[in-house]
C-alpha cells in the first residue's frame, strides 16, 4: 500500500495565511465618502441615512464633513463589509472608495 | 411634478404633461455613468477580484434597473393619462430606485461634460445636452426628496 504523502509545512507559513485571513476579517477597513461638486447634499445626507441607516442629524455631519473637509470616513469595517458599503454608496452615484487604516 | 396622494407606502404623484415628456426623454439616458468608473480603492495596487466584483455587480445592477424602467413606464397601471395630466403610481422603494436612476444620469452627464467644478462657467451647443439632463434630472431628484420627507 503506497504510504500517503504527508505535505511539508514550512515554518511560518500557516501563521502568514492565519494572519491574512484575521486581517481580512478585522475592522480595518475604512470606507470613505469624496466631495464632488455634483452630488446634491441633501441627497448625500439622504443616501448617507438610506445606507447606514443613521439618523438625520448624524448624516447631516457626515455629509457636511464631506463638504468642508474634502472627504469623510463614514465606517471602519471588516474588509467584507466595507466592500459591501462601498458597493451600496456607488450604487447611489456617489464617490466612495475603501481604503485600509494605516 | 407634485405628491397628491399618499396611502401606506404607496405615493400617487402628478406630472404636467410637459413634465412627463421631459422625464420620459431623461430616463432613455440611463445609464449614463461608463462602467469601471468608479474605483473600489484610491490605493496604489487595489486588491484587483474586489474590483472586478464591483464594476459586475454595478454593471448588473443597472441592467436590471433598466429593465425595470421600462417596464414601469409602459405599464399604463402606473404611469397614465388623467384629464389634462398625467398620474404616477410608485411606492416608496420605488422612489428611492428612481432616484439612484435620475442621480446616475445626472452624475453621469457630469462626467460626460469633463468633470467640471459647477457651476459650468461654458455653456455651448456641445455641452448644453450634457448641462441640461444634469440640471432636469437634478429637479426632479430634489421634487422626490420633498416629497419623500413631506
Redesign the interface.
Known sequence: MAETATPEILPGAGQELETEVKSELEPGYLVICWN?????M??VT?VFQ?VFGWPRKKAEFHMLQVHEQGKSVLARES?EKA?HY??QL????L?A????EE | MKLIGRAEDRLQIELAPREKDLLMQLLRLYPR?PSSY??????AEPEQS?QR??DE??SE?RSQNKNALQLLLADRKRLGQQGDHWRLHLTGGEV?WL??VL??I???S?IHLG????PLKVLNAQTAPDVWA?EIA?SF??NL?EM?ES
Not at chain 1, 464632488?36 to 446634491?40: A, I, K
Not at chain 1, 456607488?90 to 452615484?93: L, V
Not at chain 1, 472608495?97 to 485600509?100: C, G, H, L
Request: hydrophobic fraction near 35%; avoid cysteine; proline fraction near 6%.
Open positions: 464632488d461638486p455634483v452630488n446634491y441633501d441627497y439622504h438610506r474588509l466592500e462601498v458597493h456607488q450604487k447611489h452615484s464617490h472608495t475603501m481604503e485600509r | 455613468i468608479q474605483p473600489l480603492s484610491k490605493a474586489g466584483l464591483l455587480a454595478l445592477a428611492e432616484l439612484q442621480n446616475d445626472r452624475v453621469g457630469w468633470s467640471p467644478e459647477l444634469m437634478g431628484q430634489m426628496l419623500l
